[in-house]
């Protein structure tokens, strides 16, 4: 049985103090990617929530940010690099540490391949239409991924700050069209989407609009897992990620604003239409259309490069404590996660070229991201089950019923409604399978745990123990 025992290396660790406050903020922000999220977003919410579909958007932010209070309470006392991994293991023990692991990584991998479809497939669009030169978008995809993947690899610092001068580019060209849209249907400007009155189907219709909404959030918390570099972590990222989550949220309303004012506030016709904000900005800008066309470019960008950075350290934190397989944990001479990189970027790519050889890029990207966001969504709610009971069990003194017990509840009880909207019976195919394939996944998730306890005795104690500023 001794063979059978996975050799231990030594833990590694990653460049401490590499990240400022601007740093995290501006991968939080590039990891939402507001264009990209918005522009594939907006017409279904609109369909479903009506001519008052910001409302659905400022509902959905504060469900976030219920999450996020869970995810910044764990990082003040016990900050790590595994994140939601972690702190959900050194709650509940090493058996759902492991699931947590194994489920998060399914859906990370996953959801990452909507990012990877998108921006080949958005690219290749704009070669044709502006350039007129035809380009398949799967090596394009191939080329960003690779180019994503160096960044990430060479350091840090280095993927940061990428992250954010596009993540800047973005918000610029995406601040413009909307100036332009305003500009243009100055005598049409209204406030009818804020008045309650005005959504379709009352409830309903903010039930059908809000797991999407919720999934233009996704990505805002994923730097939890970059405290290991941040200086003053313990405070520095929880700042951030809820910065960047308000900012976000005030330019996702702002862009549904200014887009129902251009269709003067006609959800029928939004909701018709692919892309309703590259439309209606397109209309404005004229001859400079392209601008908005390289919002969504530099968004997708942005967004890959920031949920690369990211995602692989909560995967290589797993791989360091043991409960993925050690090697996960190795890092490279620039004090990055290389073996979790790789991992994570050739399944992504794969998958994302597999699948999308059954259709077209943007119809899978949007499967891709329903399917990844279960698992996610999961893991948010287990979260938030989690910090009450570790809270009361670890740091007693601390406790607060407000930020410790209430706020998490409310953040499952609006987690919910999205939850439901993934997994609801007679959904279409491929939808309909989804909710199967996690639960294979989860117990298959199980299986290796229980194996993975037998290899590693102290799996238990190993779960988080790494603290990033100690």
């Not at 972690?86 to 399914?106: E, H, N, R």
């Not at 404590?321 to 620039?334: A, C, D, I, Q, T």
Request: glycine fraction near 8%; avoid cysteine; hydrophobic fraction near 55%.
């Amino acid at each position: 049985m001794t063979n059978l025992i996975p050799k231990r290396p030594k833990a590694s660790r990653l460049m401490k103090d590499s990240l400022t406050t601007g740093d995290i903020l501006g991968i939080s922000l590039a990891d939402t990617a507001p264009a990209m999220s918005f522009f594939f977003s907006f017409a279904v919410i609109a369909a479903a929530a009506g001519v008052a579909s910001p409302l659905a958007i400022i509902v959905a932010a504060i469900a976030i940010l219920l999450k996020i209070n869970s995810l910044a309470e764990f990082t003040k006392v016990t900050p790590s690099s595994g994140s939601y991994i972690s702190y959900i293991g050194k709650t509940f023990g090493a058996i759902p540490g492991v699931m947590t692991a194994w489920a998060l990584g399914f859906g990370y991998i996953v959801a990452v391949g909507y990012v990877m479809a998108v921006v080949g497939a958005w690219t290749s669009l704009m070669l044709q239409q502006f350039l007129n030169i035809k380009v398949p978008w799967e090596p394009i995809t191939i080329v960003f991924v690779a180019f994503v993947g160096y960044l990430v690899y060479r350091g840090v610092k280095i993927s940061a700050r990428w992250a954010m001068a596009s993540f800047a580019f973005e918000l610029l060209l995406i601040l413009v069209s909307m100036v332009a849209m305003i500009a243009t249907n100055a005598s049409h400007i209204n406030f009818a989407s804020f008045n309650p009155g005005h959504i379709k189907n009352g409830l309903s219709g903010m039930g059908l609009a809000f797991p999407l909404a919720i999934f233009m959030f996704i990505g805002v918390g994923n730097p939890g897992a970059m405290v290991e570099e941040t200086r003053n972590a313990r405070r520095a990222v929880p700042r951030a990620i809820y910065t960047a989550t308000i900012f976000v949220a005030v330019i996702y309303v702002l862009m549904a604003w200014s887009t129902s004012i251009v269709f003067h506030n006609n959800a029928t016709t939004i909701g018709n239409l692919a892309v309703p904000f590259v439309t209606a900005a397109s209309k404005a800008l004229g001859p400079f259309m392209i601008l908005v066309y390289l919002a969504g470019l530099t968004s997708t960008f942005s967004s890959l490069l920031g949920a690369t950075t990211a995602q692989t350290r909560m995967i290589f934190s797993a791989g360091r404590e043991g409960l993925l397989p050690f090697g996960m944990g190795k890092v490279s001479r620039y004090g990055t996660p290389w073996m979790a990189l790789t991992i994570y970027s050739v399944f992504a790519l794969l998958l994302t070229l597999i699948w999308g050889s059954h259709g077209s890029a943007l119809t899978i990207a949007g499967e891709m991201g329903s399917l990844g966001t279960i698992p996610i969504a999961l893991v948010y709610m287990a979260l938030n089950v989690a910090l009450p009971v570790y809270y009361l069990r670890n740091h007693r003194n601390l406790f607060s019923s407000w930020r410790h017990l209430i706020v998490p509840i409310l953040g499952i009880a609006f987690l919910i409604l999205p939850m439901w909207g993934l997994i609801q019976p007679g959904q279409p195919a491929p939808f309909n399978l989804f909710p199967w394939i996690i639960l294979v996944v989860l117990a298959i998730g199980l299986i290796y745990a229980l194996i993975r306890r037998r290899q590693v005795p102290d799996l238990a104690q190993r779960v988080g123990s790494i603290i990033a500023d100690e």
